[in-house]
C-alpha cells in the first residue's frame, strides 16, 4: 500500500513558540490515521500545513504524489477539509452551502445539486436540507461541514476534532459517518485529544506532544503492553488520603486519580474485597469499586506522562 501523505521534518513557528517541532509521519492510502494529543500540542497547526491553509517553516510535504513543500495548494483538488470551527454561511440554507462548495471545485449546477441532495439524504439531514445553516443544532452544523469536504468526492479527508462540543448522539452519528467513508476508501487524517474516539476509529494512531510526535504505530501494537492486566479503580466520599494502600499492597501498582479516588493495576485477577475491607478498616468511606478495562489511555499515559490535562474522554466504554 503507497503512502499518500508523507511529511518530513515538518516545522511551523510563532514567534517564540515552536508549534510543531519538526515531525514526520506518512499515512498509507485508504487508512484511518488518528493524531492524538491534549490542547496545544500542535494538531491543528499540522493539519492546516497539510491542507495548505499555513505554510511550514521547514521539512517536506506531499500529497498524493504532488510535492507541497513550495505550493502548499498544489493538491487541493485530493482533499477534503472539516475544520474544528464551521466555515460554512450561516444565511445560507444547507442545500445553498453544499451546491456553494460544489462550485468552488467546478463541479457543473446539475451535478453539483445531484450531489448535494444525495449527501443530505445520506446524512439525514434531508429534511433540514432547506432550512438555514445558522439555525442548525452543533451536531447538524458538524455533519453538514464533513458533507461539505467530501462534496467533490476527494480521496482524502482531513477531520480536524470533528465531536468536539456536540452531544453524544450526534457524536455517534458522525463517528458513524467517518467510519462508512473510511469503508468506502477515503484516507482519513483524523486529530482528537478524545482517546477512546482515537482506540475506536483508527488503525494507526500518532502521538504528538509538545510539537513533537512521541510515538507512531497501530492501535492493535499500541494496546499489546495492557493485555491481559488487571485495573480496578476505588473511590470513598472522606478525606481518607489512601496512603497506606502502597505499602500494604506491594504487589499491586498503586497510583492516585483524583483526591478521594485510586487506580491499583497488576498482572494478576486483583481480590477487590480485600482491597474495600482494607480501606474501611483504615477509616475510608468507599463509595464504589469496579473492574476496568485496560485502554489507550493507559498507554498513552505510559508514554507522555500526561494524565487527565488536555485530555478527554467521549463517553463510558460500555457503548
Known sequence: MAAIIEAENLRKRFGDVEAVAGIS??????????????????????????????????????????????????????????????NLYPELTGFENLCFCAALYGMERSQREARARKLLESFGL????????????KGMKRKLAIAAGIIHDPPILFLDEPTTGIDVLSARQ????????????????LTTHYIEEAERLCERIAFIVAGRIVRTDTTANL????????????????????????????????AALLPGSLRVESDEPINVGVLVRFLEEEGAHVLEARRIQPSLEDVFVDITGIKDEGMGKKEGRGE
Not at 434531508?126 to 443544532?137: D, I, L, N, T, V
Open 126 to 137: 434531508a429534511e433540514a436540507g432547506s432550512r438555514k445553516f445558522g439555525s442548525y443544532s
Open 25 to 86: 509521519f506518512s499515512v498509507q492510502e485508504g487508512e484511518l490515521f488518528g493524531f492524538l494529543g491534549p490542547n496545544g500540542a500542535g494538531k491543528t497547526t499540522t493539519i492546516k500545513m497539510l491542507t495548505g491553509l499555513a505554510r511550514p517553516d521547514g521539512g517536506t510535504l506531499a500529497i498524493g504524489g504532488i510535492d507541497c513543500s513550495r505550493d502548499p495548494k498544489a493538491a487541493q483538488h485530493l482533499i477534503g477539509v472539516v475544520p474544528d470551527e464551521s
Open 174 to 189: 458522525i463517528r458513524q459517518l467517518i467510519a462508512d467513508l473510511h469503508r468506502s476508501g477515503t484516507t482519513i487524517f
Open 223 to 254: 494496546l499489546k503492553p495492557v493485555q491481559g492486566k488487571h485495573m480496578v479503580e476505588i473511590a470513598w466520599a472522606n478525606a481518607f488520603s489512601g496512603e497506606k494502600v502502597p505499602r500494604a499492597f506491594p504487589k499491586l501498582k498503586v
